[in-house]
């Protein structure tokens, strides 16, 4: 029953596919005010802009979100055709045609499943003199990862006679909800040179993380002979009543409402005392008229729980020793007691409660980029990244062409191997006519469309801003017209000149 639990949530997963990278396709779009989040040194053709789901009528069509998540296997990996007299037939790894150590061979030491959300409520920015751009932007943020360690498959697969340790060490959830206020820089220090820093104001609503996961069950020489040892700590500020027992160890806890009283709203959801504060910094080089190199951090910051906050800890060790049960002597009621939930948390856990405040950090991303200018209307890129997740780094790469065929629109094609998938081709674009700006990103739509068995990711962010003061020629397009004329020059002799 445990095996088959296990496959049906990775099925379940694999089959919404909702899936958080977000947006790396936006990086190398100029054009979109956004793409600042990600790449801070890069300031949009325009001398003011402004969005946000609170701007009338155009702050709604569609509205300012963006949402993601990334799955650590696709659906072929749990629901695919077996062989033989199987071949017409759809089977799991649990299926005896098939073989169970394929699919844990795809599985990494902890697998994460990571969802992400934000929410802008106000954006804008404006240009400053001929060198800087500011910008604010004021969101709501969310993001959430479930681990799961390889272990804890192997375990239910295979039991405990062939996992004599299973070490579920990075099993556990963290999930953040907080308000941000951002307020951003870009400054032009050179013709060659740009420069981009954002400072961000957060304050914490809602958090669950595991701060340290050790969570061990060995097995002795005899099968039916299992220790635990467990050092498992869980702290969160989500309003609970707590009640423990006469040694002091949490006997009974229950989710308190706070919200029945509206007066608690301002406390528990707005200015909730959990403050915290983050960076994002970056910039842009020309090397030469062909070629750009941008390098830029995302989300480098912390934030303090100090209201409401709750720490939970396990400390166990050789807490749990099933020696299993003798079956001349097993009575029905025996049997009814030693299933019960509760009587199995009272025989091998003691938990501890203290009311302690606690730091988290973000999920930090590294970029790292060049653009080369094929001509005036057309750039490509290359994006190498690294987001920083408990347990784990993870890595991905992305090849970008960028298409700028009208006054009015802009278009990107991404390619990317992320979440050790190959399949992912996105596409983004911006479209304004008039003052209104319309725009679309995500780094897998094509790729879930075309290999909706084989994806393990999808992401979007879509919005429209009112923009005023755009330029057709600028910093941004003069190194394309560069490159351009430089073609021509180099090709003269030969009787070539690039369109």
Not at 52 to 69: D, K
Not at 352 to 374: F, I
Not at 422 to 446: A, E, K, R
């Amino acid at each position: 029953m445990v095996k088959r639990l296990l496959i049906i949530v990775f099925f379940v997963a694999s089959v919404v596919r909702v899936s958080a990278q977000i947006d790396n396709t936006m990086y190398f779009m100029d054009r979109l005010p956004q793409s600042s989040y990600i790449n801070p040194a890069q300031a949009p053709n325009c001398k003011f802009y402004i969005g946000g789901v609170i701007v009338p009528v155009f702050g709604q069509l569609p509205p300012p979100i963006t949402f993601a998540a990334n799955l650590p296997i696709d659906y072929n990996d749990v629901i695919f055709h077996g062989s033989g007299e199987y071949s017409d037939s759809l089977i799991t790894p649990l299926h005896p045609n098939a073989n169970v150590d394929d699919f844990l061979k795809k599985l990494r030491k902890v697998n994460y499943v990571t969802t992400d959300f934000q929410l802008s409520l106000l954006n804008f920015g404006f240009k400053s003199g001929e060198k800087s751009f500011f910008t604010f932007d004021l969101s709501e943020r969310m993001f959430a990862g479930a681990g799961l360690p390889k272990s804890l498959f192997e375990f239910a697969a295979k039991g405990n006679d062939a996992v004599r340790l299973a070490d579920f060490t990075g099993l556990g959830v963290n999930a953040t909800y907080y308000h941000q206020l951002a307020l951003g820089l870009q400054h032009q220090f050179s013709k060659s040179l740009s420069m981009g820093l954002r400072a961000k104001f957060l304050i914490g609503v809602a958090n669950v993380r595991n701060a340290e996961t050790t969570l061990k069950l060995t097995t002795a020489e005899k099968t039916n002979y299992i220790n635990v040892e467990a050092e498992y700590i869980v702290n969160t500020n989500v309003p609970l009543e707590v009640t423990l027992d006469d040694e002091g160890y949490v006997s009974d806890i229950a989710f308190n409402n706070v919200f029945e009283d509206k007066s608690n709203i301002t406390k528990y959801a707005l200015l909730t005392g959990n403050y915290g504060a983050a960076l994002d910094f970056g910039f842009s080089k020309d090397i030469n008229s062909f070629f750009t190199a941008y390098f830029s951090v995302e989300d480098l910051g912390v934030i303090n729980w100090k209201k409401n906050a709750s720490k939970f800890g396990l400390y166990d060790k050789d807490s749990m020793k099933f020696e299993g049960v003798k079956i001349s002597d097993l009575r029905v009621d025996d049997f009814a007691d030693m299933i019960d939930p509760d009587s199995i948390v009272a025989n091998f856990t003691e938990i501890r409660y203290d009311e302690q405040s606690y730091v988290t950090t973000l999920p930090t991303k590294l970029y790292a980029g060049l653009r080369y200018y094929a001509s005036k209307r057309m750039s490509l890129g290359v994006l190498g990244k690294l987001e920083f997740l408990p347990y784990k780094v993870r890595p991905s790469m992305m090849l970008t062409a960028n298409f700028k065929p009208f006054k009015f629109t802009a278009a990107t094609l991404s390619y990317s191997c992320m979440n050790g998938n190959f399949n992912n081709i996105g596409v983004g674009f911006t479209l304004h006519p008039g003052i209104s700006q319309w725009y679309f990103v995500s780094d897998n739509l094509i790729g879930a469309a075309l290999f909706p068995t084989n994806s393990r990711e999808i992401s979007f962010r879509m919005g429209c801003n009112l923009v005023f003061g755009c330029v057709q020629k600028g910093s941004r397009d003069s190194r394309s017209n560069n490159a351009t004329l430089m073609n021509k020059k180099k090709h003269k002799n030969k009787g070539y000149v690039p369109k």
